[in-house]
Protein backbone atom coordinates (compact mmCIF):
# COMPACT_ATOMS: atom_id res chain seq x y z
CA UNK A 1 0.00 0.00 0.00
CA UNK A 2 1.44 3.41 -1.03
CA UNK A 3 0.75 6.74 1.30
CA UNK A 4 -1.50 9.10 -0.90
CA UNK A 5 0.30 11.54 -2.82
CA UNK A 6 -0.14 15.37 -2.36
CA UNK A 7 -2.14 17.61 -4.67
CA UNK A 8 1.01 18.57 -6.93
CA UNK A 9 1.88 14.89 -7.48
CA UNK A 10 5.00 15.24 -4.97
CA UNK A 11 5.23 12.68 -2.57
CA UNK A 12 6.64 14.02 1.02
CA UNK A 13 7.23 11.68 3.72
CA UNK A 14 7.62 11.95 7.28
CA UNK A 15 7.31 8.54 8.88
CA UNK A 16 4.02 7.39 7.42
CA UNK A 17 2.34 11.25 6.82
CA UNK A 18 2.17 13.01 3.92
CA UNK A 19 3.01 16.30 3.62
CA UNK A 20 1.82 18.86 1.61
CA UNK A 21 4.13 22.81 1.01
CA UNK A 22 2.08 25.42 2.82
CA UNK A 23 1.94 26.98 -0.40
CA UNK A 24 -0.68 24.38 -1.86
CA UNK A 25 -2.55 24.75 1.28
CA UNK A 26 -3.27 28.16 0.35
CA UNK A 27 -6.06 28.99 -2.19
CA UNK A 28 -7.76 32.19 -2.45
CA UNK A 29 -10.64 30.37 -3.65
CA UNK A 30 -11.13 28.41 -0.13
CA UNK A 31 -13.29 31.22 1.09
CA UNK A 32 -12.89 29.65 5.15
CA UNK A 33 -9.15 30.01 4.99
CA UNK A 34 -9.69 33.66 3.35
CA UNK A 35 -12.11 34.66 5.98
CA UNK A 36 -10.08 33.43 9.20
CA UNK A 37 -6.73 35.21 7.25
CA UNK A 38 -8.42 38.56 6.63
CA UNK A 39 -9.60 38.66 10.37
CA UNK A 40 -6.54 37.64 11.99
CA UNK A 41 -4.60 40.17 10.17
CA UNK A 42 -7.38 42.32 10.74
CA UNK A 43 -8.74 42.37 14.01
CA UNK A 44 -5.11 43.25 15.96
CA UNK A 45 -5.89 47.11 14.06
CA UNK A 46 -9.66 47.44 14.95
CA UNK A 47 -9.90 46.01 18.57
CA UNK A 48 -7.46 46.59 21.72
CA UNK A 49 -6.19 50.14 20.21
CA UNK A 50 -7.80 53.45 21.80
CA UNK A 51 -8.56 56.88 19.96
CA UNK A 52 -7.56 60.02 21.78
CA UNK A 53 -7.75 60.04 25.61
CA UNK A 54 -11.43 62.20 26.64
CA UNK A 55 -10.81 65.79 27.86
CA UNK A 56 -10.94 65.29 31.45
CA UNK A 57 -12.29 68.37 33.22
CA UNK A 58 -10.39 67.91 36.63
CA UNK A 59 -6.44 66.85 34.94
CA UNK A 60 -4.62 67.23 31.44
CA UNK A 61 -2.65 64.92 30.63
CA UNK A 62 1.71 65.68 31.55
CA UNK A 63 2.06 65.50 28.25
CA UNK A 64 0.46 68.25 26.28
CA UNK A 65 1.56 67.45 23.22
CA UNK A 66 -0.80 64.30 22.05
CA UNK A 67 -0.91 64.10 18.61
CA UNK A 68 -1.21 60.84 18.04
CA UNK A 69 -4.57 59.16 16.78
CA UNK A 70 -4.30 55.53 17.88
CA UNK A 71 -2.86 53.99 21.01
CA UNK A 72 -2.02 50.74 21.60
CA UNK A 73 -3.36 48.69 24.67
CA UNK A 74 -1.58 48.90 27.88
CA UNK A 75 -0.27 52.35 27.09
CA UNK A 76 -0.53 54.35 29.93
CA UNK A 77 -0.57 58.51 30.38
CA UNK A 78 0.15 60.60 33.13
CA UNK A 79 -2.17 63.27 33.91
CA UNK A 80 -1.57 66.39 36.34
CA UNK A 81 -4.69 67.75 38.32
CA UNK A 82 -5.86 71.66 36.71
CA UNK A 83 -5.77 74.29 38.73
CA UNK A 84 -8.96 73.83 41.66
CA UNK A 85 -8.51 70.52 41.98
CA UNK A 86 -6.21 68.45 44.26
CA UNK A 87 -4.74 64.91 44.14
CA UNK A 88 -7.08 62.07 45.50
CA UNK A 89 -5.45 58.92 46.12
CA UNK A 90 -5.67 57.32 43.19
CA UNK A 91 -3.26 56.96 39.99
CA UNK A 92 -3.05 59.97 38.25
CA UNK A 93 -2.94 57.60 34.96
CA UNK A 94 -5.25 56.74 32.21
CA UNK A 95 -4.71 53.37 30.18
CA UNK A 96 -5.73 52.20 27.05
CA UNK A 97 -7.58 48.65 27.62
CA UNK A 98 -8.17 45.16 25.86
CA UNK A 99 -11.62 46.59 24.89
CA UNK A 100 -10.44 50.27 23.24
CA UNK A 101 -11.55 52.01 26.06
CA UNK A 102 -9.65 54.38 29.08
CA UNK A 103 -9.75 53.27 31.82
CA UNK A 104 -9.17 55.60 35.14
CA UNK A 105 -10.06 56.55 38.39
CA UNK A 106 -10.99 60.09 39.58
CA UNK A 107 -7.80 61.05 40.64
CA UNK A 108 -8.42 64.64 40.79
CA UNK A 109 -11.15 65.87 43.84
CA UNK A 110 -12.40 69.48 43.80
CA UNK A 111 -10.40 71.88 46.13
CA UNK A 112 -12.45 73.25 48.85
CA UNK A 113 -9.61 74.83 50.58
CA UNK A 114 -10.39 72.42 53.70
CA UNK A 115 -7.44 69.93 54.56
CA UNK A 116 -7.70 67.18 56.82
CA UNK A 117 -4.82 67.28 59.05
CA UNK A 118 -3.88 64.45 61.40
Request: proline content about 9%; some cysteine; overall charge positive.
Amino acid sequence: MHPPKTPSGALHRKGKMAVWPFSRLWKVSDPILFQMTLVAALLPAVLGNCDPPPTLSFAAPVDITLTETRFKTGTTLKYTCRPGYMRSHSTQTLTCNSDGKWVYNTFCILDTGFHHIG
